[in-house]
């Protein structure tokens, strides 16, 4: 399942609706697409266009109504919530635009997480490996309250990518951050998903981010309204 | 007015939040219990007071060796007190040829005043009357059998006929408990116009009186105020026994702590409701103040929905605590004492005053930070200052609490052991908490990973834990304490007055009697037959000096050195006696010694190495003060203020006290013995022991209703304690779901966390339980050898434990089901 030349995510035909105040709400519509193993993939749109919703349908975060999404070859409509997570623990990895931090632990435990959740007899040596890559060796005790906001996203990146997941998930991971240190996370991402032969699915709203990826697609409404790749 | 506006609209948006819920359902229960337990506290007490004035007859009354002048009777009529004279003697009964020496109550219409005549027809049948009429007479059982008489018969009393209307079965006592004699009851104008109430006559009067509270004190007060005629005397409820009042002590005090208890359960889950919610505010606070809005006015709307929230929920508890008190009574007031009072308003109104300190006091010290919160906090939370100065506040509940203990307690010892066994247990919880914490950071790398999960959620959250095991450990212990420790008590004051109890004591008794009494003792049924020398004498002086001579600070010490004394001695310490300085007498002792028990020791001011000397008989005998004693006055045993070595008192003119158990059914064999051992007295203490055994059974019950306020408290506490950490739970169960946590990794880990809380809680709870048990029955209700019941506390421990566990992982369970895309929504 791991081959180069097979698609790491597909969806065919996926929509989304919820039953809302005012009835039913068609949030993604026939969404299809196809991404590949190490590619980087940009998901754009206006807010409320269904971005986030498709990225957390990719990621086996919820189910959606019709359609369906492949994830690594595993169809992720007939799994359950248990089955998702094993998968999610296995070959997944998050960056979030509130960077999501443990408050209570250290940069270098918030790191840990997914390899203890792993049972990982050697957590701690591969979450210093990890704050070393993205340059925070020396903040390694430090709490997320006394990083700052780039700081803090460099922790969230080092722990998105400690367990080597196959597929990194950024839901605007440079949403929260100004423009200089937003280049500086975006660098970072791309060097890992470049070093590691990680796929990059990402949210955002920042053009330039979004030119940086091999491919993107924009969604108005719930549906795909325009595809492109970039050479 | 617009704050007010403000508050109300916003605790209407609020009001689905279930910390503020649980905070005023914590108020309405911190009330309800507090209302509940003192208004049934003070029914409870006003029965009891009713049941001491059964006991002499009236609500106060004086005696006196003369008829008392009129003005005594005028002053209570001009206060609209009801009235009634009576006056008691011994006098002698004739039919046929037998004879008996009777003790006489000579009463007027009106009597009693107070307590109910129990008379038996000639059938045998029981009704309740009043004092005999002209040419009447009620005899007692004893005074039957003596005489060898039936209802319906006649006999000579005073020199008249008079005929037996019925037996007396039950009657008010006057104040007195001592059946000296068989009884009679005749009417107060027949033993006038007998002569039998002739100055010279050995009769006592009495005048009893009855009526409103408030006239019977402005009539003691006036009464007080001037001097009584010579060897004239105040009856009042008060002072019927001092065992009976140490009953009455001991009944207040257990309502009282069970009462507390619930408060103060109630207080800490006030106390987490409040910081939970004030930990909810923080971001509204900070966009507040980003918006403008100045600190006093954020404050403002803060205290303002609090005080919105609170009034209505305290006057709901107040109105609940008077409905349901009475229901209580409605239902139950044969439980508590049958004596008819009216519902006591004040208890409840205070006990809402109570609820509202308990408010402020656990409540303001979280919401008095939000005062802090800087407008800056609305782009990061992390900028909210911590600042030390608010941690003084934290000093408030502490003293709400104690000041609750001590309002409550009115005991300081109650308070101060209650206040540092909850302390303690405070400390001991937080410290192991501490303990473990520090530990789950050294252990858990090696652990199972539940349970490292586990140690790492409560790491994770390590005020909120620290908490959480303080609140679950106060909480467990006061309810132990109230399901375990206070029945337990409860049982040990019963089994201090087991069935066989000494219920009969016979006065008098000569040396050469003594064997014949007790083979005829053993012949009508009497046990346990214990036998004490009395000596009868008068304490002259101390250290050398006349003793009036000799000024005392103790009002009560010149009335006793008028007053003869009994001595007494014995080769061991009695049982319910404690030496508490000096030695207990050895057996050949070089000069003579005595022993004092420590209300003698107070009222005359003395210490070890004093000497006494007690005029007895012809001679006297100095005697050097070589021990002081703490005697156990509630025990029913035969106790003395004075014990002297035996080998210096053994020569010494006396008779010996004799107290037995004569088992019910039997008291037809005492007329043969009293007819047998004319010279004897014999003293009835059933009536005393039933109506104690009657004080602890109202208690146990009154406890029983003020449990299941407890419960829910406690409920209260536990369901708060674990909301605490819901929000951080919930948002931790969502990222670690996104991370591809397992929802049996989430659970196996929140069973390690809760089991581990609940472990902490449990058994410090316990054991926090187990000391102050055994520490208040020690010192507050002086139960000898109290032990606490270890296993039922052990049990009990290891099951809250268990629950503890439980409920987490029901609470658990729908934190295990968040969703993991709430994360992306949150952003």
């Known amino acids: ?30 969404v299809n697409l196809q991404i590949l193993p190490g590619e980087s993939f940009a998901i754009v749109g206006a807010s409320g266009s269904g971005k986030t919703t498709l990225l957390g349908l990719l990621a086996g975060l919820d189910t959606s109504s019709s359609g369906s999404i492949h994830l690594d070859g595993h169809a992720l409509e007939s799994l359950d919530e248990e089955a998702r997570a094993d998968l999610r623990r296995r ?17 270098e435990e918030n790191v840990m997480l997914p390899l203890e959740l792993e049972g990982a007899s050697d957590a701690r040596s591969r979450a210093r490996q990890a704050l070393d890559a ?51 996370i975006c660098d970072l991402l791309f060097a890992l998903n470049r070093d590691h032969h990680t796929t990059l699915v990402l949210v955002t709203h920042d053009a330039e981010l979004a030119a940086r990826c091999d491919r993107r697609i924009e969604l108005e409404e719930g549906r795909v309204v325009a595809a492109g790749a970039h050479s | 007015m617009r704050m007010l506006w403000l508050a109300l609209r916003s605790l209407r948006r609020e009001w689905h939040l279930p910390e503020l819920r649980t905070l005023a359902a914590s108020l309405v229960l911190a009330v309800v219990a507090l209302g509940v337990v003192a208004t049934l506290a003070a029914r409870i007490e006003r ?104 209802v319906g018969q006649p006999l000579q009393l005073g020199g008249r006929e008079l005929t037996i209307a019925a037996e007396l079965q039950r009657q008010p006592d006057g104040g007195q408990l001592l059946a000296l004699a068989p009884r009679a009851l005749m009417n107060l104008a027949d033993a006038r116009q007998a002569g039998l109430l002739d100055p010279g006559s050995r009769a006592r009067h009495r005048l009893l009186l009855a009526g409103e509270p408030s006239a019977v004190d402005a009539w003691r007060q006036q009464v007080q105020a001037s001097a009584l005629p010579q060897g004239a005397q105040l009856i009042t409820p008060e002072q019927t026994q001092e065992r009976m009042r140490t009953s009455f002590d001991r009944a207040g005090a257990f309502l009282r702590l069970t009462a507390l208890l619930s408060a103060l359960l109630a207080g800490i889950a006030i106390a987490l409701s409040a910081q939970r919610y004030a930990r909810r505010k923080t971001a509204e606070v900070a966009l507040l103040r980003a918006l403008g809005t100045p600190r006093r006015q954020v404050m403002g709307l803060l205290l303002g929905t609090l005080g919105a929230l609170a009034i209505p929920a305290t006057a709901l508890g ?105 302390l303690g247990v405070a400390v001991v919880a937080a410290l192991l908490a501490a303990l473990m914490l520090w530990l789950a950071r050294r252990v858990a790398p090696g652990a199972h990973p539940g349970l490292r999960l586990g140690l790492a959620a409560l790491a994770r959250r390590r005020t909120l834990s620290l908490i959480q095991a303080t609140a679950l450990s106060l909480g467990m212990c006061a309810l132990l304490l109230l399901a375990i420790v206070a029945p337990a008590l ?58 009036d001579q000799v000024h005392f600070e103790d009002e009560r010490a010149d009335d006793r050195a008028d007053r003869q004394l009994r001595l007494s001695w014995a080769d061991a310490l009695p049982p319910s006696n404690q030496v508490i300085a000096g030695q207990w007498p050895g057996p050949h002792p070089a000069q003579a010694e005595v022993s004092v028990d420590t209300t003698w020791r107070d009222m005359f001011a003395l210490k070890l190495g004093d000497t006494l000397r007690f005029d007895i008989g012809e001679g006297s005998i100095d005697a050097k003060i070589t021990s002081i004693r703490k005697v156990d006055w509630s025990s029913f045993r035969v106790n003395f203020f004075l014990m002297l070595d035996p080998a210096h008192a053994g020569n010494l003119p006396h008779t010996w006290l004799a107290s037995f158990y004569l088992p019910p059914g039997h008291a037809d064999g005492l007329a043969q013995l009293s007819r047998d051992y004319g010279n004897l007295s014999l003293i009835d203490v059933d009536s005393l022991l039933d109506r104690v055994r009657e ?28 909301a605490a950490s819901a929000a951080e739970r919930q948002h931790e169960a969502a990222l670690l779901r996104t991370l591809g946590a397992r929802r049996a990794q989430l659970r196996v880990a929140a069973a390690c966390e809760f089991a581990l809380l609940g472990l902490i809680a449990g058994l ?24 606490p019941p270890l296993v039922p506390l052990t049990l009990a421990a290891i099951a809250a434990a268990l629950v503890v566990m439980a409920l987490g992982l029901v609470g658990t369970r729908k934190v295990s089901r968040t969703p993991p895309m709430r994360l992306l929504r949150e952003g």
């Open chain 1, 1 to 30: 399942m791991s081959d180069s030349s097979h698609p790491l995510v597909v969806a065919c035909d996926v929509s989304k609706s919820v039953v809302g105040p005012e009835g039913a709400l068609d949030i993604l519509r026939g």
């Open chain 1, 91 to 107: 070959l997944v990895g998050f960056v979030f635009q509130s960077f999501h931090l443990l408050p209570a632990l250290t940069a």
């Open chain 1, 134 to 184: 993205v340059g925070l060796t020396s903040r390694r005790r430090h709490y997320p309250a006394q990083l700052s906001g780039g700081e803090q996203q460099r922790v969230a990146i080092a722990r998105a990518f400690v367990h080597g997941p196959r597929v990194l998930f950024a839901d605007e991971p440079t949403g929260n951050l100004d423009q200089r240190t937003g280049h500086h």
């Open chain 2, 47 to 150: 029965g009891m007071l009713a049941g001491a004035a059964e006991l002499i007859g009236g609500d106060i009354g004086v005696s006196s060796p003369q008829a008392l002048p009129d003005n005594y009777a005028d002053a209570a009529r001009h206060r609209g007190l009801q009235i009634a004279h009576s006056a008691s003697f011994p006098s002698v009964a004739f039919a046929g040829d037998q004879t008996q020496l009777l003790d006489v109550l000579a009463a007027g219409p009106r009597y009693p005043l107070r307590g109910t005549l129990q008379l038996g027809d000639a059938a045998g049948r029981s009704h309740i009357g009043q004092a005999p009429a002209p040419g009447q007479v009620y005899l007692d059982h004893r005074a039957l059998v003596a005489l060898n008489l039936k």
């Open chain 2, 318 to 422: 107040a109105a609940l605590a008077l409905g349901l008190s009475q229901l209580a009574w409605l239902f139950a007031s044969t439980l508590f004492g049958s004596a008819p009072t009216s519902l006591p308003l004040a208890p409840s109104f205070a006990a809402a005053a109570m609820g509202l300190a308990v408010l402020a006091g656990f409540a303001l010290p979280p919401l008095a930070r939000l005062a802090e919160v800087p407008p800056v906090a609305v782009f990061r939370q992390s900028a909210t200052r911590k600042t030390r100065r608010f941690d003084a506040l934290y000093l408030i509940p502490v003293l709400v609490a104690l000041g609750l203990i001590w309002a409550q307690s009115q005991s300081l010892t109650l308070a101060g052991i209650l206040a540092a066994s909850l």
């Open chain 2, 490 to 547: 409860l049982q040990g004051w019963r089994q201090e007055l087991p069935p066989d109890t000494p219920n009969w004591f016979a006065m008098n008794l000569q040396d050469d009697q003594r064997e014949g009494f007790a083979q005829a003792l053993e012949k009508i049924g009497g046990e346990k037959l214990n036998m004490m020398p009395l000596a009868v004498g008068k304490l002259t002086t101390i250290n050398g000096q006349p003793i």
């Open chain 2, 695 to 722: 004080i602890v059974d109202r208690v146990g019950n009154a406890v029983r209703w003020i449990l299941g306020f407890s419960l829910l408290a406690g409920a209260l506490v536990l369901a708060a304690a674990l």
């Open chain 2, 764 to 787: 410090t709870a316990a054991l926090g339980a187990a000391g102050a048990g055994w520490w208040l029955g020690r010192a507050v209700f002086h139960i000898e050898h109290f032990m």
